[in-house]
């Protein structure tokens, strides 16, 4: 099965700076990245995907980037802001069990 | 709200009793996924539907669990026997008939067994 190794788990960075997440996965079939961001208490929700026929997307503040060669995808955020910290959590899609496999989160605090 | 619902939101109990979930999807939905979910660490997957069909279990899912979803609408997840380790959040999910159609999840029913 798929397996998504996302680091690093906790980023503290000062308001306006950008934040990367990095996520590793195992299974070179897999086609499909989503972020998902949860706010303390909440529901995790999607922020952004990407298919694996494109190497970047971007919306707003917010862009994923994938390299199916090496496996790895990343978050990048900029001009971050103090809604912006949540925990988020990259997945991809377990092709053999059609479900997204998740990785363990990276807790993002964004300091006024 | 149209989203998904789930019930109850909180759910405490003694060790050895069962417990039942539930989860409505979204409507027009007919993918529905059960994940489990620990302090610090991201969804684990349980088990998901097509339909009324059980398509995928994962091996986390011991013999105390069995989840069902009937008519190919709202969906149960009963624990059998609870544990402390049963202690989680079950988050439900449910996405549109392609497969790399976004996730909807619930709010979750948290569990917590003394």
């Known amino acids: 099965g798929e397996n998504v190794e996302q680091h690093p788990s906790t980023l503290s960075v000062q308001e306006g700076d950008s934040a990367v997440i990095k996520c590793t996965y195992s299974d070179s079939a897999s086609n499909y990245f989503p972020w998902y961001k949860q706010e303390l208490g909440k529901r995790p929700q999607l922020i952004i995907d990407?298919?694996?026929?494109?190497g970047e997307k971007k919306d707003q503040r917010i862009a994923v980037t994938l390299n199916k060669t090496a496996k790895h995808f990343s978050l990048h955020i900029t001009e971050t802001q103090p809604e912006d910290s949540a925990v988020y959590f990259c997945?991809?899609?377990?092709?053999?069990?059609?479900?997204?496999?998740f990785g363990s989160g990276t807790r993002l605090q964004v300091q006024p | 709200d149209t989203g998904v619902s789930q019930d109850p939101r909180h759910k405490i109990t003694k060790r050895g009793q069962n417990v039942t979930f539930r989860c409505d999807p979204i409507s027009e939905h007919n993918r529905l996924y059960w994940y489990r979910q620990t302090l610090g660490q991201g969804p684990e997957f349980l088990t998901y539907?097509?339909?009324?069909?059980?398509?995928?279990k994962s091996r986390l899912l011991s013999d105390r669990f069995s989840a069902e979803r009937p008519k190919g609408s709202f969906s149960t997840l009963e624990i059998q026997r609870t544990e402390q380790g049963d202690s989680a959040m079950y988050l439900c999910?449910?996405?549109?008939?392609?497969?790399?159609?976004?996730?909807?999840f619930g709010e979750g029913s948290r569990l917590t067994v003394l």
């Open positions: 999910a449910s996405s549109s008939s392609i497969p790399t159609g976004e996730l909807f």
């Open positions: 990407i298919r694996s026929n494109v």
């Open positions: 539907f097509q339909n009324e069909a059980q398509l995928e």
């Open positions: 997945a991809a899609l377990d092709t053999g069990r059609r479900a997204l496999t």
